[in-house]
């Protein structure tokens, strides 16, 4: 009996490891729970469990996610955490990666949040074949944000100093509170309607859920999905993520990152220029030495300084090809004229004027269909009967 294959314990993890890091939904899900077992390593990091009434899992948060924790987390809270589900190979067991840490106080939001995101995903609005492309080169962005805030003067410090020719549009907006959407929605509309810039990036600092709730709202989600610009999201920090993120045609996770992807290097831009015209410079050159060598090719060759020889040896040509073509119908019709002979001399046997030669005749009724049975007519029906000669019209005197 063929068994496969055994293989190693190392490669059953990494393969199980790949199954689940390939697992979209288990590469950003939000889980809430108690904390126990709660360690703080030396390197920074924090070790802990997740847990509640019935089951627990293994969680990890890297010193680098932890600098954004607006808590000390301690053993016996209930928190919900951002994270990734994944596969520590060594040890052969799944724990959560963590990116984000909340307390478990705002448990209404993060429903809210949750339904939306489901919501609008099976609507199709996060959708890849929907986001628009970011210009390369563009003349104006447009910043819908807080006048006041950091934010503007980050976009504005990077965009200039990557890219001095672009000009910023700020539409100023509030960020936080009630009613804020709603100027980012206007925001939205503005640019869209006055077509004077070729992207916009909207955004705001960090802070809490509550916090960046007007990025999470259905109305600035449907103002993103139908505006006809191209639209940067750079929300908070990078570990926090909001509706408008996924809508948006680009994420950026922070608004400094949102003015490196609205525009290009003006160092690589001109590295990039210079290089292009070396390498067309350099197909050009070349461009015109394989023209020469056609040229000189041309120049020599047995058709510009003969030119008649070849006319002639086509005119040979065809006075040989029109030979063949006559030889090849003078054949056919030879075998299509024997043909047509013996095909005359069998229908001439088959004609029935020579059977009627013999002595016999054809009977016809009065519409010319030949009676083949006594059963075809009656006593004193008209009957004609063709005769060698001629017709011989006639009655039906008695059938037997």
């Not at 709603?182 to 077509?195: A, D, L, P, Q, S």
């Not at 709730?213 to 999905?225: G, Q």
């Not at 639209?231 to 996770?253: K, M, Q, W």
């Not at 006319?311 to 004229?337: A, P, R, V, Y």
Request: charged fraction near 25%; glycine fraction near 6%.
């Amino acid at each position: 009996m063929n068994r496969p294959e055994p293989m190693t314990v190392s490669k059953l993890n990494n393969y199980i490891k790949e199954i689940i890091d390939g697992d979209e939904m288990l590469n950003n899900v939000y889980i809430k729970g108690e904390l126990s077992n709660f360690k703080k390593h030396y390197s920074g990091h924090l070790y802990f469990t997740l847990k509640d009434e019935t089951s627990l899992i293994k969680c990890v948060m890297f010193k680098s996610y932890t600098s954004y924790l607006r808590f000390e987390p301690k053993d016996g809270m209930s928190v919900v955490i951002l994270g990734s589900v994944s596969v520590f190979e060594r040890d052969g067991v799944y724990q959560i990666y963590a990116k984000g840490m909340e307390p478990d106080g705002m448990g209404a939001l993060y429903t809210a949040y949750e339904q939306l995101k489901e919501k609008l995903e099976e609507e199709g609005l996060f959708d890849q074949k929907y986001k628009k492309t970011i210009p390369v080169l563009p003349k104006a962005i447009g910043v819908v944000t807080s006048k006041t805030g950091a934010v503007i003067r980050d976009i504005i410090n990077v965009t200039t100093r990557r890219f001095p020719n672009v000009n910023i549009k700020l539409y100023p907006a509030a960020v936080q509170g009630s009613g804020a959407a709603e100027t980012i929605v206007k925001g939205i509309e503005y640019f869209n309607r006055e077509k004077n810039v070729d992207t916009i990036i909207i955004g705001r600092g960090g802070g809490s859920l509550e916090d960046l709730w007007p990025f999470n709202e259905e109305i600035t989600a449907r103002a993103i999905f139908h505006s006809e610009l191209p639209i940067i999201s750079a929300v908070g920090h990078e570990t926090d993520f909001t509706i408008s993120d996924f809508v948006a045609d680009l994420r950026a996770p922070t608004p400094s990152a949102a003015g490196e992807l609205a525009v290009p290097d003006i160092l690589e831009v001109r590295w990039k220029m210079e290089n292009i015209n070396k390498r067309l410079a350099n197909s050009l050159r070349q461009k015109v030495e394989k023209m020469r060598e056609k040229y000189s090719l041309v120049a020599n060759s047995k058709v510009l300084k003969n030119p008649y020889d070849i006319i002639q040896q086509n005119m040979l040509k065809c006075d040989s090809t029109i030979k063949s073509l006559e030889n090849i119908f003078s054949l056919k019709i030879k075998d299509e004229n024997i043909k047509l002979v013996g095909l005359a001399s069998r229908l001439d046997n088959l004609s029935p004027l020579k059977t009627m030669i013999r002595g016999y005749s054809i009977v016809e009724d009065k519409k010319g269909n030949v009676i083949k049975s006594i059963h075809s007519v009656k006593i004193g029906d008209e009957v004609s009967i063709r005769v060698n000669d001629g017709k011989i019209v006639t009655n039906v005197l008695s059938t037997n």
